[in-house]
């Protein structure tokens, strides 16, 4: 069972790699660092972590090795060469990728004989080593995970999604998703507002309690909804909605803002209401997403 004295590497110090890996040092784990830059490793080294010359080495040195990397093309790229090396180890990849990517990935860990844990870190690495931060993992061998879980839960809390690698990645851009959407909502109604001159910091306190009372009752209800397959309602109707959407892409055109953001929004509400489901609620727009 590992504890702090047990080594860790990790693999690429950008802004979240060098988050991880200070969090494990400061938790007293001997920790070895590599970045395809040297020079990033200087700060880490400062705080007592260990700087490899190459990435073989980093992964030599410990039976964990993290990577967090820009993308998963180059996951593959620095650690294609390094099979070997990496043969016996667990490796957790916890690089932004797509639930088949994650899949690849596992299928060329275990033809090499290394154990594979996909994961996504819901956090910025401010928040590394907080109690806001938690990260999600999946791969084929649970037991690998428990086994390294109490030196995974230093960088963040822990959340098991399940055997098939590509689960941490499917439920990481679903979360994102979300965040994404109401990103792009807020910088809707901050060009909105502030197309008259109104500050976005006097609109912000309406703006936050909108969106914090409306995720409270749409996330719920609407998965009430998915999960009966029961869409229609008697409180605001996609009929209405559809009605009501040219108001919003006007007040656009005439504030002199580009409609980009939402103008596919009203193409959706057309189809659900031309196929029929004008009486059903938003929640109808989830089975209208799916490709044919
Ligand atoms: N930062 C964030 O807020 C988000 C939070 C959620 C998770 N993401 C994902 O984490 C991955 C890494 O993000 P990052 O913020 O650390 O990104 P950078 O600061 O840009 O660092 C990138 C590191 O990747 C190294 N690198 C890139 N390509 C290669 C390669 N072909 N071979 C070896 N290393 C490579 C790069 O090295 P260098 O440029 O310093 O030499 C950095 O160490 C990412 O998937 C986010 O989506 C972060």
Redesign the pocket.
């Given at each position: 069972m590992p504890s702090t004295s047990s080594p860790v590497t990790v693999l690429?110090?950008?802004?979240?790699?060098t988050a991880l890996a200070s969090a494990l040092v400061k938790a007293g784990h001997p920790t070895t660092v590599w970045?395809?830059?040297a020079a990033?490793t200087g700060p880490l080294a400062a705080q007592g972590a260990t700087p490899a010359d190459t990435a073989k080495d980093a992964i030599e040195a410990a039976p964990l090795v993290i990577v967090?990397?820009?993308?998963n093309d180059?996951v593959r790229?620095?650690l294609a060469p390094e099979s070997e090396a990496l043969a016996g180890r667990t490796l957790v990849n916890?690089?932004?990728g797509t639930p088949s990517q994650a899949r690849e990935l596992a299928a060329w860990a275990e033809a090499h004989g290394i154990t594979y844990i996909d994961g996504g870190?819901m956090?910025?690495?401010q928040m590394i080593a907080t109690p806001a931060a938690y990260i999600l993992y999946s791969g084929t061998d649970e037991a690998a995970f428990e086994a390294h879980r109490a030196t995974l839960t230093v960088l963040a809390a822990t959340k098991w999604v399940g055997k098939d690698p590509g689960l941490a990645a499917l439920h990481d851009l679903a979360l994102l998703t979300g965040m994404y959407g109401m990103a792009a909502g807020v910088a809707q109604a901050y060009a909105l507002i502030g197309s008259e001159g109104i500050p976005a910091r006097e609109f912000a306190p309406l703006l936050e309690d909108w969106v914090a009372g409306m995720t409270h009752a749409i996330v719920p209800e609407t998965a009430e909804a998915v999960d009966t397959d029961q869409h229609l309602t008697d409180v605001s109707n996609l009929a209405m909605n559809r009605a009501a959407f040219p108001n919003f892409l006007q007040a656009y055109a005439e504030q002199g803002l580009r409609p980009d953001l939402f103008a596919p929004f009203q193409g959706l509400l057309d189809r659900a209401v031309e196929e029929g489901y004008g009486a059903d609620g938003l929640s109808r727009l989830v089975t209208l997403l799916k490709q044919d």
């Open positions: 690429g110090l950008g802004l979240m790699g970045n395809r830059t990033k967090c990397l820009t993308t180059d790229t620095l916890l690089t932004n870190i956090a910025v690495p």
